[in-house]
């Protein structure tokens, strides 16, 4: 299975956060690296976190020490914790193994002023 679901987007305040799931039913979950990116209006995709097969992680510098990335391999699911969040965090995010050509919806975040 290429494509996983994303779940636990929101309407929030600046400074409040969210935490958002991705989840997947297949047996090989834990032997692929997964990313969480995000789309916002008129913007490019951008990656945003990723954590590896074995528990590393990366970050782009807007995220760092504000979201946290963090897999648990035998509920087959991947989290992105958000912190002091930011109007232009206000995006689609989705979440997606790296070797995969295929997108799902997303879970829309909004963050107010």
């Known amino acids: 299975q290429a494509q996983l679901v994303e779940s636990g987007g929101g309407l929030v305040q600046a400074g409040q956060s969210l935490r958002l799931s991705c989840e997947d039913s297949?047996?090989?979950?834990?032997?692929?690296?997964i990313g969480w990116y995000r789309q916002a209006p008129g913007k490019q995709r951008e990656l945003v976190a990723l954590i590896t097969r074995g528990g590393d992680t990366n970050y782009a510098d807007s995220a760092k020490g504000r979201f946290t990335i963090s897999r648990d391999n035998a509920k087959n699911t991947v989290y992105l914790q958000m912190n002091s969040l930011k109007p232009e965090d206000t995006a689609v995010y989705y979440c997606?193994?790296?070797?995969?050509?295929?997108w799902g919806q997303g879970t829309q975040v909004t963050v107010s002023a």
């Open positions: 997606k193994y790296t070797w995969s050509t295929y």
């Open positions: 297949g047996s090989a979950f834990r032997f692929n690296d």
